[in-house]
């Protein structure tokens, strides 16, 4: 393959998760990798970190109440997407451990498990995982020695989530923690974290400024999770859309979706953040229309099964289980 047809698959599984439609031949390592630690989601992270950064540029150049460190800042974005790596890897050890992914479970039909589908072995994952924790240990190690311990707090509980999100004995998402999880590691976590990474200091108003961004990425979780209540029922899952009810579920996803609105006009208008950020209200006319062209459980209620076929025909045949 030519270094051009490369990066077009490489864009292709950016923008899917999954290979090129039609792609027969086997993907390189790169190209397999993203794949495998779903690098297509890996900018929701780094969005949370670019707003930790953002803000605390925004208070340097505004207040003069901080400093930013600029290598300390990209460290802790590239130590966040690698941490959301490893948490997509973790994920798929420990269901299909569990007895959760299956060759017909809905994470094996989207886009290729790393196992299922005979790209790795459970092993090498579980090298895998060992490797990007790893760096992650080191750059924790680093940035805790310039800013202290708070850095490792930071890290640390972040981890936890990670792991006992699905991993025994917690198994956060099958006990209606999963998604309050995800709201505190996308929000809190990260974009606070990572201010205080960039700046040395962690004023009040900055966990504060986190939160519509945690809305947004939790929606994402629960609009997902939507679409699997009864595949998750099925295997005891009790995810909030499963104990909820799929009814109340969808009306909540849909008061997250709204949230996110006031939430920025609130903080604009007390002056944590600048006035520039009411441009996200643009996007609020197009919500609905984005939502019902991709499919979405949430305003067109289609079924698992439907949902799944519009992501295939748009992202071409999931490769087969090698046998």
């Not at 420990?94 to 005979?118: C, K, M, Q």
Request: proline letters at 5%; one cysteine or more; hydrophobic letters at 55%.
């Amino acid at each position: 393959m030519t270094f051009a047809q490369r990066f077009a698959v490489y864009r292709t599984i950016i923008n899917t998760a999954n290979l090129p439609k039609g792609m027969t031949r086997p993907p390189d390592a790169i190209a397999k990798w993203l794949v495998i630690t779903r690098a297509a989601v890996f900018s929701m992270t780094a969005t949370s970190g670019l707003i930790g950064g953002l803000l605390a540029i925004g208070a340097a150049r505004l207040t003069g109440e901080v400093q930013v460190d600029w290598g300390l800042l990209a460290l802790a974005v590239v130590g966040l997407i690698v941490a959301h790596a490893a948490n997509n890897m973790i994920n798929d050890f420990f269901d299909l451990t569990g007895g959760v992914d299956t060759d017909d479970y809905v994470r094996a039909l989207y886009a290729p498990h790393p196992i299922l589908s005979g790209w790795v072995s459970k092993r090498q994952l579980g090298i895998a995982i060992l490797v990007a924790n790893g760096i992650d240990l080191a750059i924790m190690l680093y940035l805790a020695s310039i800013r202290g311990p708070l850095v490792i707090a930071f890290a640390l509980a972040g981890l936890f989530i990670s792991v006992f999100y699905v991993a025994p004995p917690i198994r956060l998402k099958h006990i209606g923690l999963g998604e309050p999880g995800v709201f505190v590691v996308w929000g809190p976590l990260m974009v606070a974290g990572t201010f205080f990474v960039a700046t040395g200091e962690l004023p009040g108003w900055v966990w504060l400024a986190s939160l519509p961004y945690a809305i947004l990425v939790t929606t994402v979780l629960f609009g997902k999770h939507i679409d699997k209540i009864s595949a998750d029922a099925a295997l005891g899952i009790r995810t909030l859309p499963v104990i909820l009810g799929e009814s109340l579920a969808r009306r909540v996803a849909q008061v997250l979706m709204v949230a996110f609105y006031p939430i920025v006009i609130g903080a604009v208008l007390v002056g944590f953040i600048g006035p520039w950020v009411l441009l996200v209200l643009l996007a609020a006319a197009v919500r609905r229309d984005s939502a019902t062209a991709h499919g979405c459980r949430l305003c067109d209620g289609c079924d698992d099964r439907a949902a799944l076929s519009n992501v295939n025909r748009r992202t071409g045949p999931i490769p087969s289980r090698s046998r």
